[in-house]
């Protein structure tokens, strides 16, 4: 089934049809890709600074902005903890991202982070004496499968009954948080001595390790940065080698242009549907056990901390792409460790930042305001997400 | 169109230069003098202030002639600063000492937005040389113990927790007596209630800090239903089983309002949330229907909600000012201690705060008669038979 469709794309004619080009593009449209995120994210820097010219004055602009770039980037702490939060964001934005790309609105990564960091604490917490290079991978491959589990049952309701996964994903995300108070208050995971849902703490074997408490620096015992960084690229890279190198990476795609036309092209809508969300699902799960199992230890209710919904802004500017979607992971989070020196050297709130962030959606949201602002030329119609309710 | 975007971005641009410019400008005079004028008031309020600081430090030592000012900073839970309650109660307790020229007026307040902020923001405060940094919250309990370990000679203070003597010895925990005041919210719950159905919910069911609260609230109804011989009936919290009714965080406003939509399809008419900012969404649907009392918590609502006064039946206050007041005072004092702090009824460390006029003359009193029971300690809540 998929030999022919990697045949469609390769015995190219000279007319093909136009999903094909949009699926599998000749040229790398940069301006859409790169300058309009770039210009986005330094529109809201600007109507950022109005803002603080607003509240706190002119003479505060510089100061807010310097302080945000030091708190981010000036130290070995603050690119510690910047890459830190980046890290959640790259599993979860990876997650939504590889929905857009098959034409899935995932908005459950949320839900699917809880459940997949549930089930990772739940592996974490059980056999005790387990060498650490058993007990961490089987915690995180648990993580992949409670999310991935989360991720196939909007899969399937999509695929076989046409049910919109908008719908049923935000609801699945309802049920993940009731299910992690009720695991949490049993007896077996709740933390001893404790009446509010918390977990006991994940046995040293099964959590991440920190991985830049070799450096020679001071306070080198509060640099956080675990190897879920390493392993959130390392993931980034193969959903990239999936999306754009492999047959199956080709149907994704395809089945995102247009359902139809890769359905007549023989490829197999609903098993893509249903796979996407999966790896979609385990995704997040994986960013779930990256919380759990690294920075915080533990879990509890709201633990993930919204961070599956700002998956769905940082795709967006990521262009749907792995590689856009590390950058701006690594910019949110530079973004909200930045804001919390800004906040201490100024007397510019942590407000602001959620201001910026809501603008860098508003901009790549709307890529024609910023083509019309920066007067930048060309580009094609806007893309297209995701489809209606009806298809 | 086209020529509104590119006035957009002329005024964008524009925006950038003027505001590059203006900062070199002011660095070398405003803020230089800005920092000169805080301080000569920040003495001159100091002085001024010395003699009441000292009339009000009467309750646990003499205070010294003259205190130095320091720096108290405090690192909030997910709720944040302007929360109404919880975390605004706490700043407030800076805000006065700022006031009172006991802390300057480089005192700081960082917001946490999820829970792996609470470390680094303690982290930030460290290196930004606080000499008092309070930790508002029992959510904050594990990160606090870390760093008041990898800094044993920093002062710090915790709401809400207490630890084990041997754990975190130098962090002074501050716990307060809230039974005590939540069993006179409960009582005057009991009196005012036309459907004889009172409700109670949390935001997270953490122990003491959120259920002792509702355990309060229910004893007091009951001490009612001992005293008036009725029934009222209390739904939302048991605390023999310890099973009630959570929100299950300390953010979500719209979750206080559909919790209390059902409680009041139950029959409910009066609401004690002990969620923090959710309370807030009782609040607005308690105003909508018109018919509904809500208790507030922690502030005195009708200070800082005062847009739902119509519906606010009292409020179960807890001395969080008081108590970040007193740290601070200790610091500066040179009195500071680590361990466990409780502020009880009996020294108005907490209380029932102003009781809506519409509330009959004798019940008030009544309420009046029982909070001077509960300091004597002639009445304690619990002891009321189950109803």
Partial sequence: ?391 | MKRNARYLALLGVLVLVIAACGDGADDGTTTTAEAEGTTTTAEAEAEETATTAEAEATTTTEAPPSVEAITACQVTDTGGIDDKSFNQTAWKGVTDAIDAGLATADSDFLESQSATDYQPNIQAFLDKGCDLIITVGFLLGADTETMANANPDQHFQIIDFAYEPGVADSVQGAVFGTTDAAFLAGYLAAGVTETGIVATYGGIQIPCAVTCFMDGFVYGVRYYNEVNGTDVQTLGWNPEDETGVFTGDFEDLAKGRAVTQSFVDEGADVILPVAGPVGEGSAALALELGDVWVIGVDADWFETLPQYEAQILSSVLKGLDVAVFTAIREVAEGTFEGGTRLYAIAEDGVGLGAINDDVPQPLQDEVAALLESLKEGSIVPGDQALS
């Fill in chain 1, 1 to 391: 089934m998929s030999d022919e469709g990697t045949e469609a794309k390769e015995n190219k004619e000279p007319k093909e049809p136009r999903w094909v080009e949009r699926v599998a593009p000749k040229n790398v449209d940069w301006s859409s890709l790169a300058v309009i995120p770039f210009l986005a994210v330094f529109s809201a820097l600007v109507v950022g600074a109005v803002f603080i010219i607003f509240t706190e004055g002119l003479g505060s602009v510089l100061p807010a902005y310097g302080a945000l770039l030091r708190g981010a980037f000036g130290g070995w702490n603050s690119i510690s903890e910047t890459l830190l939060v980046a890290t959640p964001l790259i599993f979860a934005g990876l997650a939504v991202a590889l929905g857009f790309q098959a034409g899935l609105f995932n908005i459950g990564a949320e839900g699917q982070m809880t459940i997949g960091g549930l089930t990772a604490v739940i592996v974490g917490i059980s056999f005790e004496g387990l060498p650490a290079v058993i007990h961490l991978p089987l915690a995180l491959a648990a993580g992949f499968v409670g999310g991935a589990l989360w991720g196939f049952i909007p899969g399937v309701l999509r695929a076989k009954t046409g049910a919109h996964e908008v719908i049923t994903t935000i609801m699945l995300n309802f049920i993940a948080f009731r299910i992690l108070d009720y695991i949490l208050k049993q007896p077996f995971t709740q933390a001893e001595g404790r009446f509010d849902p918390i977990s006991k703490d994940v046995l040293e074997s099964a959590r991440l390790p920190r991985i830049l408490t070799w450096l020679p620096v001071e306070g080198v015992e509060m640099l956080r940065l675990n190897l879920g960084f390493i392993l959130a690229l390392a993931v980034a890279w193969i959903v990239y080698w999936i999306l754009f190198k492999s047959t199956i990476g080709f149907e994704f795609r395809a089945v995102g242009a247009n359902p139809d036309a890769a359905k007549y092209g023989g490829m197999a809508v609903t098993s893509a549907i249903i796979l996407v969300m999966v790896l979609a699902g385990g995704l997040a799960g994986l960013g779930g056990s990256n919380e759990t199992l690294g920075v915080l230890g533990r879990a509890f209710p709201g633990f993930t901390a919204q961070i599956g919904f700002d998956a769905i802004a940082l795709a967006l500017l990521g262009r749907s792409h792995p590689g856009g979607v590390v950058l701006s992971a690594i910019l949110f989070g530079a973004l909200r460790v930045g804001g919390r020196a800004m906040q201490v050297e100024t007397d510019v709130g942590i407000d602001l930042i959620i201001i910026i962030q809501a603008l860098i959606i508003v901009f790549v949201a709307a890529p024609e305001l910023v083509r019309a602002i920066y007067r930048i030329k060309g580009g094609e119609e806007a893309r297209q997400l995701t489809r209606g309710w009806s298809t």
